[in-house]
């Protein structure tokens, strides 16, 4: 059931265009046109930025993308966000994605249910709190880093400064919730005089605050909210120029849907999205496991010619105390891999 609903300005950042060129925001919802393109949600352009405002149920997760069309010409960002919303009710929140390119293999294999689930398996996992209504002119907000490369007992840290406090050392530093992992959040409120934040991200081990990793220069930047002083026509938001609150108005599939906003002519929930964890060294993939050749498995029950059926009994036979030198991976290799490589001899040899 929904907690309400909400006021959502997505913005990302998308500077490839030329005149009649558009971004457009599309998703599972029905607000966001249910990934049909001709339904997306259309984003208006400021000086590179490309932002829309929607109304959408609190509580209920959803997927969506940002995609760039010109003319008949469609291009998708790599991967789709999942999102769930537990800001207060009629809450202007402004999220700012960035635009996802194909990412590296570090990444890339960082994202498979192998490492994420297995070599880097994180239990106890912490939620990010829900979110409270931030007190006057306080700004909630939310950071966001994928940490794809990362040892089950070493957590993330927020450590930066604003305008009147530094929170530099690690001592000082705030950790953030692994609950979606590979992606950790962590909310802090700031008073909105005292933006913009200076930030950047720390590993540190669990066992102790001894720093073991902080993420390469530059520093991370998160500006003051946008204000709300747009006309209507381009943002589907009624907002008077001194700040005075009216409504904003969405046309979803089914109804009219109106929401009164707050009194502030800013957002004061951000979700700030950041790159991926910035190694001072890039990390190299490593493993240990088991390499077996698939036509080599047989049981009781199979014949040896490289039944699938045989790859859950290997996987459970496979365990530290069953097997305490296989490791956490098994690799299958086929055929005419060992046969034109001949790939076997060469271990052999080894």
Known sequence: MSAGKGVFLFTVPYTNTKWGDN????????????????????????????????????????????????????RWENESRKRIFNTPPNEIVEIRDLWREAPSFE??????????????????????????????????????V??????????????????????WRINESQPLQDGEFPIFKCKRTFEI????????????????????????????????????????????????????PTSIHFQAAVQQKIVKLPPNNYAQVLFIESEPF??????????????????SLRTEKSLGVGEFTDLPLLARWKTPVECEYCGQIIQLKHYKTHTLFHELEIRQNE
């Open 23 to 74: 971004v457009f925001i599309s998703g599972n919802l029905v607000e966001l046109g249910e990934w049909e393109v001709d339904r997306a949600v259309r984003l208006v352009c400021r000086d590179g930025l490309w932002f829309a405002f929607v109304v959408l149920d609190l509580g209920v997760q959803f997927e969506y993308k940002y995609f760039f069309r010109s003319g008949d010409y469609i």
């Open 107 to 144: 990444v890339d294999i960082g994202q498979t249910s192998l490492i994420r689930d297995v070599c880097q398996h994180r239990s106890n996992r912490a939620l990010l709190p829900k979110i409270e209504s931030p007190a006057g002119t306080d700004v909630s907000i939310v950071f966001e």
């Open 193 to 244: 005089s005292d933006l913009p934040i200076q930030y950047k991200f720390v590993l540190s081990h669990d066992k102790g605050y001894e720093c073991e990793t902080i993420e390469l220069d530059p520093n991370n930047l998160a500006k003051a909210p946008i204000l709300l002083d747009y006309d209507a026509p381009e943002t589907l938001v009624y907002v008077l120029k001194d700040g005075k």
């Open 278 to 295: 910035r190694y001072p060294n890039r990390p190299h993939f490593r493993a240990a496991g088991l390499v077996i050749p698939i036509f």
């Open 146 to 167: 994928p940490v794809h490369m990362i040892d089950p007992e070493e957590s993330v840290h927020l450590i930066g400064q604003s305008k009147t406090k530094r929170f």
